[in-house]
Each structure stands twice: as C-alpha cells, then as structure tokens.
C-alpha cells in the first residue's frame, strides 16, 4: 500500500496561521450533504474530528429525500448550503462585492474559467464567491474537496479567490469522467495535495496530470469503523433459503443486471437461493422489468435504499455478498466500493470483479472470489461455490476481515490525511 509524505506548497502555507498545526479549521466541500450512498465521506469526517481536527461542512448541493445516517448525528461540524437555488440573492452580492474589493483576483479567476467550455464551471465560480465572502467574516485555515469535479472546481476557484489552500479527493467517475485532463492538472498544479483512494487511481491520475502533481500525489485508502460491524465465528447460521446480498447504486457500473442474469442460471441450477438488492438509482425500471421478464420474482428482490443500521444487521443474516463491478462504455468505474469492505468486515464472503481498486482489497481465492465483469455464468459459477461449502466462506471471511483491519480502518487513513491539512 502506498504510504503518503507530507508535500507543502510554500507559498499557500503562508496563509495558514502558524498556531493552526495542531488543530487546523478545515472546511469540507462536498458534492451533498448527507448522502446516504457516501458514508466513506461521513466516515472520515467523524474521525478527522476525533483526531481533533475543526471542520465545517460546505455543501454545493441541497439534501436529497432519502433515508439519513444515523451516524450524522456525531458530526460536530456546522453545515452551510451553497446552492444557488437557495442562495440565489446572497451569492449575487457576494460575487459583485468581491469584485468590488478584489477587481483583479475576480477577474482573472473568472477569465481563467471561461477557458474551460464546462459545463457548470460558471455556477461553481459563483459558489466559490459566496463561500469566499463567508470566509471572509468566518475564517479557516485549509479547504478539501471530495471529488475532482464541481467540488474540487469550487475550492480551488475559493483558493484563487482568497490565497486559503486546498487539497482535494479524487475517487472514480469523477476522474474517469466528469473531468477533462487538462482541468485535472490544473487543479493539481494549485493544490497542497491531491489524494486518491486507490493505487489504480493513483497510477492513472500520476499519467494524467503529470508534472503538475509535482510529488503531491497520495494514495489513502477509505477507512471503516469496524466497531459498527459485528464480527463473529463461527458464524450463526445463515437464513434458509440462504440470501445472496448486493448493495449499491442502481446504475451500469455495479453489473447488477449481470447478477440477476447469474441468478437465473443458478434457479435452472436447482440451486435453493434468494437475492436482496439494496439501493435506488437511475436503473430500477430496467432491472426490476428484467426480473419480471425472467419469472424471478420469487426469488429477485429490490428492497430500495436502507438505513444504515437496518443495512448492518442485513450483514449478519446473509449468506454471501455481490457485486459483479464493470466499466462502462463511457469509462465510467468504481474505485474501491465501501460495501465491499463493510461486507467483509461483518464476516461475509465476497464475490466480485477485478475492475480499478478491487484487487487491492480482494485476493482471489484468499480475501474473497473474482469472476470477470460481463461473465454472468462465471458469477453463478462463483456463487455456486459459496453456497454449496460452508468451509470455503469462512476461510474467506476470516482472512477478508483480518485484511481490512491491517490495512483499511479508519484511524490510520484519517491521521494520514489529517497529516496533509497540516
């Protein structure tokens, strides 16, 4: 795994107070706050304030109606809405009064980002100005971005604009996607840090932004708070008939349709089984057609988005966890799903795909079992395996939990990202 140094760009950290090392005032800007499928970010923010870090939480989006983290109720930190549709009048007066106060930082940030024909890049220096003129009267010492898009766009803008430095997250579709290379490298070039949450991001962003990262490039993976998962072995026994779990965003990415097309084999198997998928997303009508149109339905289940402390208890009664990742046309992958790890550390077998980071976590043979994506016969095949040897999941299951405590909790990525605000 890789181990993150500490890089400093001198000239931002003369704008940090140099009593602010120990307990630096960070503020988060996140694409939506709370969001139910990114507790990873839910769970940082959590330890980083453990660790004692002052954090505030800047969102660019308002609140989805959806089920919330019981976890949010221990962040500390106060959140601020930056949308325009809420905002619209105080971010009009912020934009015009910092081009009053500072005519030439406004107007070279704004002529910078009119180079980029992005979509959105406008709103996200509008948000920048608002939150530039509420640190203004509520100062910070450091910025971090989750996601290289419209979050890191909005604090680098917000760097520009007021000399606070930054570093930022970059995670999946964000870099494989939403943002253009030459707009990658640019916010690299103006960051403190840029942090990853694989070695495979790692390898493609160190080719994408190039000299513009500069030896500021770091891999920290997501942390899990293990004590929210229980872990027991032998483990009780499982349901009958056993359930084959998924979690996840109903989008192309998680290769849900193939897990279905897998089920399917494993019913003209003769194969005692049911299928618990939890999650919503853009992909419900197709899947839950697909379920209707294989006569499934007795055994196929789209339960929608779960709290997470229902989800939990989920963990314990199944018998194998899924999640046959792929990479779309668009180029569009997952990097490390978090369900991956809650699964295994609550002592469930895994079944998934080598796609972006997940050989990092998963051995095949050791940790868990990888099929190729796309291969619904060779994850029926895999699923086959597990159902069939109680054997085979626990051997997986004890090393699968005893991987992610050696290399994933969450105490030791937030010390080494708590070490880059300072």
Request: glycine share 4%; net charge positive.
């Amino acid at each position: 795994m890789l181990q993150p140094s500490v890089s400093r760009n001198i000239s931002d950290s003369e704008h940090m107070d140099p009593g602010s090392n120990r307990n630096p005032t960070v503020g988060y800007v996140v694409n939506a706050w709370p969001r139910l499928s990114q507790t990873f970010i839910l769970n940082e923010v959590v330890a980083v304030e453990r660790l004692g870090g002052q954090l505030r939480i800047f969102s660019l989006k308002d609140p989805k109606d959806e089920p919330v983290h019981a976890k949010v109720a221990q962040v500390r930190a106060r959140v601020t809405y930056l949308s325009i549709r809420r905002n619209k009048k105080a971010i009009w007066q912020a934009s015009i009064g910092l081009f009053f106060r500072r005519p030439i930082r406004c107007s070279q940030t704004l002529f910078w980002a009119m180079r980029y024909r992005r979509r959105g890049v406008l709103r996200c220096f509008f948000q920048a100005s608002y939150l530039a003129e509420i640190l203004s009267r509520e100062p910070l010492t450091h910025l971090h971005a989750h996601f290289a898009h419209d979050p890191a766009l909005v604090a680098m803008f917000t760097h520009q604009l007021t000399g606070i430095p930054y570093t930022f997250t970059a995670h999946a579709k964000d870099i494989y996607v939403k943002t253009p290379p030459q707009l990658l490298r640019a916010e690299a070039q103006r960051a403190q840090a840029v942090i990853t949450c694989t070695e495979y991001n790692w390898r493609y962003l160190s080719t994408q932004i190039g000299p513009a990262a500069n030896g500021k490039l770091h891999c920290i993976y997501h942390g899990l708070d293990f004590s929210q998962f229980k872990f027991s072995w032998p483990r009780a026994s499982d349901s009958e008939p056993p359930v084959i779990l998924s979690v996840a965003r109903l989008a192309e990415k998680k290769g849900l349709n193939d897990l279905i097309l897998a089920a399917d084999i494993l019913r003209r198997r003769g194969r005692c089984f049911q299928v618990e998928i939890v999650g919503d997303g853009p992909l419900r009508p197709s899947l839950e057609a697909q379920v209707s149109r294989l006569g499934l339905n007795d055994r196929v289940k789209l339960l929608g988005a779960l709290p997470h402390e229902k989800l939990c208890r989920a963990y314990q009664r199944v018998c194998v966890f899924a999640l046959p990742c792929k990479v779309t046309a668009d180029g569009d992958r997952d990097g490390i799903p978090n369900v991956l790890l809650e699964a295994m550390a609550s002592g469930v077998p895994i079944v998934s795909t080598p796609v972006s980071g997940i050989p990092e976590l998963i051995n095949s043979e050791d940790e868990g079992l990888l099929v190729p994506p796309n291969s619904p016969a060779r994850l029926a095949d895999a699923l086959d395996r597990l159902l069939t040897s109680p054997e085979l999941r626990d051997r997986l299951a004890l090393a699968a939990r005893a991987k992610i405590e050696t290399c994933f909790s969450i105490e030791r990525s937030s010390a080494q990202l708590l070490s880059l605000f300072q």
